[in-house]
């Protein structure tokens, strides 16, 4: 069980608007900067979004980021085929569980 | 361009040891933190350590905690993750990824380059 609460799951059609949450506490996500991590299917990681809402140089505008008190999100507008895969959000964590910590991972499928 | 390439993984019995290694190249390996970020079988991420620059700073995941070390060769632009006493619950892709800090920081403090991974799996 993941520090950092995502849904497993999500989907969207070409074009559409998605969201992704990202839930924890104030001992991460209430005191820290959360980072995202895009998957894409049997690949390594990739960092897309960073310090809540920074996007990395090469990372298209469609992907933004927000965070409200111990809750962030990541947003996909312009939803295309090649944004099917797997989203982490990542903390730092203040307590005894850290010192990095993910979420669980959702899948995006793009129908 | 920035290139990490872990090695060392393998299968091996539980309880036993395993070193897996990093080799970077591309960049200034000594200007950054590095750390160890493991993804088990259809599983999410999961952190598991990383180290300062000088290798002055380490930290450790609760889980990993006295079993595994972490250290670093910036004369040879390497990072090395030892593990003992494993079980089957350290079974996983093993990556190494670069921070853009230099020290184990919160502040700003991301993994903007990741290896491919190293597969370790742990079974009798």
């Known amino acids: 069980q993941s520090v950092l609460t995502q849904p497993p799951s999500a989907s969207g059609t070409p074009g559409q608007r998605v969201t992704i949450s990202c839930s924890g506490s104030?001992?991460?996500?209430?005191?820290?900067?959360v980072n995202w991590y895009q998957q894409l299917p049997g690949t390594a990681p990739k960092l897309l979004i960073y310090s809540d809402n920074q996007r990395p140089s090469g990372v298209p505008d469609r992907f933004s980021g927000s965070k409200s008190g111990t809750s962030a999100s990541l947003a996909i507008s312009g939803l295309q085929s090649e944004d099917e895969a797997d989203y982490y959000c990542a903390a730092w964590d203040d307590s005894l569980i850290g010192p990095w910590v993910f979420g669980g991972g959702t899948k995006l499928t793009v129908l | 361009e920035v290139h990490l390439v872990e090695s060392g993984g393998d299968l091996v019995l539980p309880g036993r040891s395993l070193r897996l290694s990093c080799a970077a190249s591309g960049f200034i390996f000594g200007d950054y933190a590095m750390h160890w970020v493991r993804q088990a079988p259809g599983r999410g991420l999961q952190y598991v350590s990383g180290?300062?620059?000088?290798?002055?700073?380490?930290v450790y995941a609760e889980y990993v905690k006295g079993r595994f070390t972490t250290s670093r060769d910036n004369a040879k632009n390497s990072l090395i993750l030892q593990m003992s006493s494993l079980t089957s619950e350290d079974t996983a892709l093993y990556y190494c990824?670069?921070?853009?800090?230099?020290?184990?920081?919160?502040?700003?403090?991301?993994?903007?380059?990741w290896g491919q991974g190293t597969l370790v799996t742990v079974s009798s």
């Open positions: 104030t001992s991460n996500i209430g005191s820290n900067t």
């Open positions: 180290v300062s620059w000088n290798g002055a700073e380490i």
């Open positions: 990824a670069r921070d853009v800090a230099a020290t184990v920081t919160r502040v700003a403090s991301r993994f903007d380059h």
